[in-house]
T-cell receptor
C-alpha cells in the first residue's frame, strides 16, 4: 500500500536559550536509554545515556531526565548553540541478547540566531 | 570512543544491479553489528543483526534474500542489496558496540551512513 511520510516534530529555540526535547518510550521493560544527535546525511552521534536505576544524569551542557512512571525521557541542552541544530533521537533497550536499540521518532531542533 | 567506519558514503546504481556496503569497527572487535535503514525525515528502523560466524537475524518484513549480510570477521560486516530497485533507495547505517566494555559501556557507535540511490 501507499506509505505516508512522517513529519518530524520540530523545536525552534533562540541561540543561548535552553532546549528541552521530549520522548515517550513504549516498553516498560526497557532498562537503558540513550540520546543521539544526527546531522543531515550523517550517522547518529552519541550524546548521553542513562540506566533505569537513575532518574537524572548530567553531561557537558546536557542533562537527561528519566521518568519511569510515565515512560518519559527528556534531553535538556543548556545555552543552545547553532551547532546544536540537528535531529535528536531517543532510543531504548532492555537486557537480553544483542541489546537491540529501538529508536523514537526524532525531533528536529533548529537554533535561531 | 570507538570508531565505526562505513563505506561507501553514497552510491548510485542502475535498477537490477547489486550494491555492497561495508561496515568496519576500527579500534575494537564486534561479534554483533546492526544494520538500520532510514527514510527522509523518519527514524532509524532496524533491519537485521549481523552475527560474526553465523547467520544474520532479520527483523520482520525484511527480505533476507534481498539484503544479504555477511559478518566474516570480528571487525567487518557487509550488507549487499541485491537486484536493487528504486524503492530500495534509502540511507543505510551500521552500528556496533565495543563488547570488551559492555559491563560499563552499552552505547552503540554508528557509521556515517550510506545513501543509496537506485535509478
Amino acid at each position: 500500500g501507499e506509505s505516508v511520510g512522517l513529519h518530524l516534530p520540530t523545536l525552534s529555540v533562540q541561540e543561548g536559550d535552553n532546549s528541552i526535547i521530549n520522548c515517550a518510550y513504549s516498553n516498560s521493560a526497557s532498562d537503558y536509554f540513550i540520546w543521539y544527535k544526527q546531522e543531515s546525511g550523517k550517522g547518529p552521534q552519541f550524546i548521553i545515556d542513562i540506566r533505569s536505576n537513575m532518574d537524572k544524569r548530567q553531561g557537558q551542557r546536557v542533562t537527561v531526565l528519566l521518568n519511569k512512571t510515565v515512560k518519559h525521557l527528556s534531553l535538556q541542552i543548556a545555552a543552545t548553540q547553532p551547532g546544536d541544530s540537528a535531529v535528536y533521537f531517543c532510543a531504548e533497550s532492555k537486557s537480553g541478547s544483542a541489546r537491540q536499540l529501538t529508536f523514537g521518532s526524532g525531533t528536529q531542533l533548529t537554533v535561531l540566531p | 570512543g570507538a570508531v565505526v567506519s562505513q563505506h561507501p558514503s553514497w552510491v548510485i546504481c542502475k535498477s537490477g544491479t547489486s550494491v555492497k556496503i561495508e561496515c568496519r569497527s576500527l579500534d575494537f572487535q564486534a561479534t554483533t553489528m546492526f544494520w538500520y535503514r532510514q527514510f527522509p525525515k523518519q527514524s532509524l528502523m532496524l533491519m537485521a543483526t549481523s552475527n560474526e560466524g553465523s547467520k544474520a537475524t532479520y527483523e520482520q518484513g525484511v527480505e533476507k534474500d534481498k539484503f544479504l549480510i555477511n559478518h566474516a570477521s570480528l571487525t567487518l560486516s557487509t550488507l549487499t542489496v541485491t537486484s536493487a530497485h528504486p524503492e530500495d533507495s534509502s540511507f543505510y547505517i551500521c552500528s556496533a558496540r565495543d563488547e570488551e566494555e559492555l559491563s560499563t559501556n552499552e552505547k552503540l557507535f554508528f557509521g556515517s551512513g550510506t545513501q543509496l540511490s537506485v535509478l
